[in-house]
């Protein structure tokens, strides 16, 4: 398995990533939730929005197998917090169900924060909700704590913010 980056022009990995949103919002919020939350089009859009360099400071990650088979990613990306100070966020990270648990997500995670550390970020951080606990369990191995919280009113949803210092 390696990471690279995704093609941006390859619109059937742009499509793949944005499946891949969709299925880490059924998971996480139910089937449901997880549909009614963002449609495919705003999914792609998104994806693609990471891709432009003229909007955000951004990377996509893809862990590709040796057949080319893609088996995971991660999205990360430049914010701001309060104080205006630069920091990096990990937007998404998913991997197929059949490779989890084989140490992929910890490599997506360490691609994420490599390319955070280039830019100088002082700091990492995700957005998940609290129910999420494979993915708080994932981040707490990397040292990341929880630091803030809030209520998605749309779905009731606690989101919790996890955080390290890089």
Not at 70 to 90: C, S
Not at 103 to 119: C, F, K, P, T, Y
Request: glycine content about 8%.
């Amino acid at each position: 398995m390696y990471i690279r980056e995704i093609n941006p022009l390859a619109d059937d990995e742009i499509e793949l990533v944005a499946q891949r949103m969709r299925a880490t919002l059924i998971e996480v919020e139910g089937p449901e939730a997880g549909v009614a939350l963002c449609s495919m089009d705003w999914l792609r859009d998104r994806v693609r929005w990471h891709l432009d360099r003229d909007s955000v400071t951004a990377k996509v990650f893809l862990a590709v197998l040796p057949n080319g088979d893609i088996i995971g990613h991660t999205i990360v990306r430049r914010e701001l917090d309060q104080a205006g100070n630069a920091f990096g966020l990990f937007s998404t990270t998913y991997v197929i169900p059949t490779a989890r648990r084989g140490g992929i997500a910890d490599v997506l995670l360490s691609a994420g924060e490599r390319w955070m550390r280039e830019q100088s970020f002082g700091s990492a951080a995700t957005w998940t909700s609290s129910t999420n606990l494979k993915l708080i369990r994932l981040y707490a191995r990397h040292g990341y704590s929880q630091t803030a919280q809030y209520l998605y009113e749309p779905t009731g949803t606690l989101m919790v913010k996890l955080e390290r210092r890089l």
